[in-house]
Nanobody, 115 residues
């Protein structure tokens, strides 16, 4: 079984920072991409950032320059550093692992940004 466990969420004031961490129970080197998604109440789940084994990185336009994704295959972790947080960043954040055949999801961690 593959498990992804997120941590680091919480309540932060606008302009502040949080660092989310996703720890995998298995090696992540076989996953094409590790990614962070988020879902706000009443909204569709959206891709925030991803990083492939080839070190290609994607960021949603609204988080560029503020968020950074870190993938550590040796530690089987993927982190999301979030700076200059805005109230519109409030959502449940999910870790995702993409394989040629399978996809895996974490349970989510709540991020709330107050005005």
């Amino acid at each position: 079984q593959v498990q992804l466990v997120e941590s680091g969420g919480g309540l932060v004031q606008a302009g502040g920072s949080l660092r989310l961490s996703c720890a995998a129970s298995v090696s992540i080197s076989s996953f094409n991409a590790m990614a962070w998604y988020r879902q706000a109440p009443g909204k569709q789940r959206e891709l925030v950032a991803s990083k492939t084994n080839g070190d290609n990185t994607y960021y949603k336009d609204s988080v560029k320059g503020r968020f950074t994704i870190f993938r550590d295959n040796a530690k089987n972790t993927v982190d999301l550093q979030m700076n200059s947080l805005k109230p519109e960043d409030t959502a449940v954040y999910y870790c995702n692992a993409d394989h040629p055949v399978y996809e895996y999801w974490g349970q989510g961690t709540q991020v709330t940004v107050s005005s």
